[in-house]
C-alpha cells in the first residue's frame, strides 16, 4: 500500500507565504507525477499544480506565477511553495501521487488533506 501523508498547512495572514509538504511512504517502487489539489468549502475539488517524473509542471491559473511545485524523489515528497496568499486560497489542500508499487502494481493514491487558512 502507499500513503501520502500532507503536513504544512495552518492559518496565515493575507499576503503571506506558506510550504506544505507531502511525503509518500509504502511499497513504493517509483512514483510518476505528483500534484496538489484543493478544496473549498462549497467548492469541487481543483488541480492547483503538477509535477511530472520528467519534471514538467503545470498549474491552475489562479495561482500562476505565485504558487511552486518541487519534489524531492530521493525523500518521496512534494512540497508547494506558496507565496501572496489571499482569503480565496483558503481551502483544504490534497496531494496526490501515481506510480508503481510492488508487486509492479500501479497505484493512484490520495493524501487526507491538510487545511490552509488565509485570514487577518
Known amino acids: 500500500q502507499v500513503q501520502l501523508a500532507e503536513s504544512g498547512g495552518g492559518l496565515v495572514q493575507p499576503g503571506g507565504s506558506l510550504t506544505p509538504s507531502c511525503a509518500a511512504s509504502?511499497?513504493?517502487?517509483?512514483?510518476?507525477?505528483m500534484a496538489w489539489y484543493r478544496q473549498a468549502p462549497t467548492k469541487e475539488r481543483e488541480m492547483v499544480a503538477t509535477?511530472?517524473?520528467?519534471?514538467?509542471?503545470t498549474y491552475a491559473d489562479s495561482v500562476k506565477g505565485l504558487f511552486t511545485i518541487s519534489r524531492d524523489n530521493a525523500k518521496k515528497t512534494v512540497y508547494l511553495q506558496m507565496n501572496s496568499l489571499t482569503t480565496e486560497d483558503t481551502a483544504d489542500y490534497y496531494c496526490?501521487?501515481?506510480?508503481?508499487?510492488?508487486?509492479?502494481?500501479?497505484?493512484?493514491?490520495w493524501g487526507h488533506g491538510t487545511q490552509l487558512t488565509v485570514s487577518s
Open positions: 509535477d511530472t517524473s520528467s519534471g514538467t509542471t
Open positions: 509504502g511499497s513504493i517502487l517509483s512514483i510518476g507525477a
Open positions: 496526490y501521487a501515481t506510480g508503481v508499487r510492488l508487486p509492479w502494481t500501479p497505484f493512484n493514491s
